[in-house]
């Protein structure tokens, strides 16, 4: 029951590191980067690269942030920022974007699964548990990224401006508040956290072209059930990634997987807000 519990937190704080960076993006500029998959692509391959350059295995989180963070401002700057006033045209760039992603990683790794090495290897003695050293540090890592973004959002002139945005662009604008700014920003932010994410992934799992499609798909289902809140995100990545846990254990892994697509289509349903406030 312990490793299970455990297991129920520590997959919450996955999906939350994993899901952030949509919210982010989703909350200023009201649209889904499709594109998210592919950056957290990046960071799994970032962490590779490092693995095969013998380098400190924990460098590949912080060379994952910026990696992600530049590539996202020369994608918002180049592809998304002409099609603000057409969301619909930038989530079809966006996963455009994607595709080519994969297709040019394809080309320069290969179509083969490859493994990376794990800064830290072993279990630790967790109430009466022994349980992955690496897992708990990832929690922890999530717990860091959500205590950051709250204190920027609530205590930096970025954070203001940005909640002026999400709040009423229009009325923001009216005020000087330069909202391009604030996209470019908070699109950049959103990319570095999807490869962070990424990086993080990666000694749990194998690296491929394609291992940020089911996750991309987890991220998009909890940000829907969760508007535009950091606290709904984080109930949904535990209510829903808990019941995932659940059935993955006592009943199928591919039912698993679809566990959080189905509940959050069932919660939207009821409550269109989700998670969120009404």
């Known amino acids: ?3 299970l519990l455990l297991d129920i937190v520590t997959t919450a704080g996955i999906l939350f590191a ?3 960076g949509l919210l982010i993006v989703f909350g200023v500029q009201k649209i889904i980067n499709f594109a998210h998959g592919a950056f957290l692509t990046i960071g799994g391959y970032t962490s590779l690269v490092v693995t095969h350059f013998h380098l400190n295995p924990w460098l590949a989180e912080p060379l994952a942030l910026i990696s992600g963070a530049v590539l996202g401002a020369v994608v918002e700057r180049i592809i998304v920022r ?7 045209d930038a989530i079809l760039a966006t996963w455009g974007l994607a595709i080519v992603v994969v297709q040019l990683i394809t080309i320069g790794f290969g179509r083969g699964v490859q493994f990376v090495q794990s800064p830290v290897a072993g279990a630790t003695r967790v109430l009466g548990t022994d349980y992955s050293l690496y897992r708990l540090i990832f929690l ?4 860091g990224i959500a205590i950051a973004i709250a204190a920027a959002l609530q205590g930096t002139r970025l954070g203001l401006v940005a909640r002026a945005v999400i709040m009423n662009e229009n009325l923001a604008r009216g005020l000087g508040i330069n909202s391009d700014l604030v996209r470019f ?3 950049s932010i959103g990319a570095g956290l999807a490869s962070l ?4 992934l990666t000694p749990l799992l194998s690296v491929d072209p394609i291992m940020g499609v089911p996750w ?3 991220a998009f289902m909890l940000v ?3 508007g535009t809140s950091l606290v709904s995100l984080a109930l949904a990545c535990l209510v829903l990634g808990g019941a995932q846990v659940v059935v993955s254990s006592y009943g199928s892994p591919v039912l698993g997987g679809l566990t959080i697509v189905v509940l959050a289509a069932i919660v939207l349903r009821v409550r269109p807000a989700g998670f969120a406030r009404a």
Do not use: D, E, K, W
Not at 82 to 88: A, E, G, K, N, T
Not at 140 to 143: D, F, N, P, R
Not at 197 to 200: K, R, W, Y
């Open 216 to 218: 991309l798909l987890n």
């Open 185 to 187: 920003a908070t699109f």
């Open 224 to 226: 829907m059930v969760s």
């Open 18 to 20: 994993v899901s952030v």
């Open 82 to 88: 002409p099609l603000y006033r057409r969301p619909l």
């Open 140 to 143: 922890a890592i999530a717990i």
């Open 197 to 200: 994410a990424g990086a993080l």
């Open 1 to 3: 029951m312990t490793s």
